[in-house]
């Protein structure tokens, strides 16, 4: 089966510009996260979804960070503006259901703040 | 959110067996114990999850203690492709689960 598409691999941007990530999960499944992956350190979750709702979005810079997914489908993370403690890399992943089922990952979108 | 402890580090001989513990002397009844490793340059990739009896499957066995407080994930035959960062993390078998990653243990293998 297709896995968790990522878009772009790289980005580098300079301090204060807005930047957007795009994810595509694993068809069908119905909850998508968002993490924050910083050199070094193990992934933070940023957002979840369930559908087209959000479940948890306690972790997300709110004053920064915005995401959205449309149709309960395809989704995207923006940064706006961004600062030089974003660099990180940005994770998607999907399950079928929300409850105990395992996660599929992307392979990132790794941001530079320059 | 329950807490794991594991080690930084870990390192191993390829086509040895290998033993990443983890402790979880806060878990609750209904957490399960889950792990996840993150190659070079990937996200991470489900390994095995378990709640009360070990488990195996054909990337590895998990070895649950009687009274919950820790775990082993057990690697048969280390290759180095195994070398990863290994995550053991709890997650809360009701309502909307998430993974809450600590830091794990980077394992390296040795040809």
């Known amino acids: 089966e297709a896995g968790v598409a990522q878009s772009p691999r790289y980005k580098i941007i300079e301090k204060r510009q807005s930047v957007a990530f795009w994810c595509n999960p694993i068809?069908?499944?119905?909850?998508l996260y968002w993490y924050q992956q910083i050199l070094g350190q193990g992934p933070k979750l940023l957002i979840q979804f369930q559908n087209n709702g959000v479940v948890d979005d306690s972790q997300l810079p709110k004053d920064r960070f915005s995401a959205e997914r449309l149709k309960g489908v395809d989704s995207t993370l923006k940064i706006q503006p961004a600062k030089l403690e974003d660099s990180a890399v940005y994770l998607c992943a999907s399950s079928l259901y929300a409850n105990n089922e395992k996660l599929f990952f992307g392979s990132g979108t790794q941001l530079s703040v320059l | 959110d329950a807490k794991t402890t594991q080690p930084n580090s870990m390192e191993s001989n390829e086509e040895e067996p290998v033993h990443l513990p983890c402790n979880h002397s806060?878990?609750?009844?209904?957490?399960?114990i889950h792990w996840y490793r993150q190659l070079p340059s990937q996200g991470p990739e489900y390994v095995i999850h378990?709640?009360?009896s070990n488990v195996n499957n054909r990337m590895a066995s998990l070895a649950i203690a009687e009274d919950r407080k820790s775990s082993t994930l057990i690697l048969h035959r280390a290759t180095l492709r195994d070398a990863a960062v290994y995550y053991c993390i709890l997650m809360f078998s009701g309502g909307y689960n998430k993974l809450i990653f600590g830091a794990g243990t980077r394992l390296a293998v040795h040809p």
């Open positions: 068809s069908g499944h119905a909850t």
């Open positions: 378990g709640l009360t």
């Open positions: 806060t878990i609750s009844g209904t957490d399960y």
